[in-house]
């Protein structure tokens, strides 16, 4: 059975930094695209970041470009979201996700990824 868990939010002022962990089971991934999404009260989810089965290409909103830096340790079978430089406006609860077809679709949330797991939250101080 797939799991992922996220983990490592938590709160921040702006300009300082979080590594957000997501560990998963169950996958291989050679053949699974991870991605990162977030959601703020009021807004609909938003693809942050995506890593492609293989880890051989990486994706990023504009809204992140420069700050984050996706990563992923396949001994571990964990991708890591480093994330610098942060801003008030990336508050907002993160969640990981798999699918086969996750990075095609990508930052489409609602395509192409299949597993889903609990979030963690982040919270930027002004």
């Known amino acids: 059975d797939v799991q992922l868990q996220a983990s490592g939010g938590g709160l921040v002022q702006a300009g300082g930094s979080l590594r957000l962990s997501c560990a998963a089971s169950g996958l291989n991934f050679d053949n699974y695209a991870i991605g990162w999404f977030r959601r703020a009260p009021g807004r609909g989810r938003e693809g942050v970041s995506c890593i492609s089965p293989g880890g051989t290409s990486t994706y990023y909103a504009d809204s992140v470009t420069g700050r984050f830096t996706i990563s992923s340790d396949n001994a571990k079978n964990t991708v890591y979201l480093q994330m610098n430089s942060l801003k008030p406006e990336d508050t907002a609860v993160y969640y990981c996700?798999?699918?086969?077809?996750?990075?095609?679709?990508?930052?489409?949330?609602?395509?192409?990824?299949?597993?889903w797991g609990k979030g963690t939250q982040v919270t930027v101080s002004s």
């Open positions: 996700a798999a699918g086969i077809g996750g990075y095609y679709y990508f930052p489409r949330s609602h395509y192409g990824m299949d597993f």
